[in-house]
């Protein structure tokens, strides 16, 4: 069993940044699919950012890209989200996620067997 756990979020100016962290324990997450989701209220939970297994590649969603950083410490089996430039619609739950199957899309929040408690990312304008 995979255990998240995130921390990092908290409240910042519109421009700011904040880098968010999910420590992984119970088993070694490199094997994993890991990824970054986030959900504001009323909207649907919408993917972020991922790694692929063994951090082979990294993909982002188009809202994020060039602003957000995906990385990954193997020795603390940490996974990290640098979020500079953020902007009020990045306000919202972010999630940490690994996703155990070969199966299903991995931008899909559904096909992730593994989830973190959630932290809050507020962004004031």
């Known amino acids: 069993q995979l255990q998240l756990v995130e921390s990092g979020g908290g409240l910042v100016q519109a421009g700011g940044s904040l880098r968010l962290s999910c420590a992984a324990s119970g088993r070694t997450f490199s094997s994993y699919a890991m990824g970054w989701f986030r959900q504001a209220p009323g909207k649907e939970r919408e993917f972020v950012a991922r790694?692929?297994?063994?951090?082979?590649?990294?993909y982002y969603a188009d809202s994020v890209k060039g602003r957000f950083t995906i990385s990954r410490d193997n020795a603390k089996n940490t996974v990290y989200l640098q979020m500079n430039s953020l902007k009020p619609e990045d306000t919202a739950v972010y999630y940490c996620?690994?996703?155990?199957?070969?199966?299903?899309?991995?931008?899909?929040?559904?096909?992730?067997?593994?989830w973190g408690q959630g932290t809050q990312v507020t962004v004031s304008s």
């Open positions: 790694f692929t297994r063994y951090g082979v590649n990294t």
């Open positions: 996620a690994a996703k155990d199957r070969y199966s299903g899309s991995d931008y899909s929040s559904r096909e992730y067997d593994y």
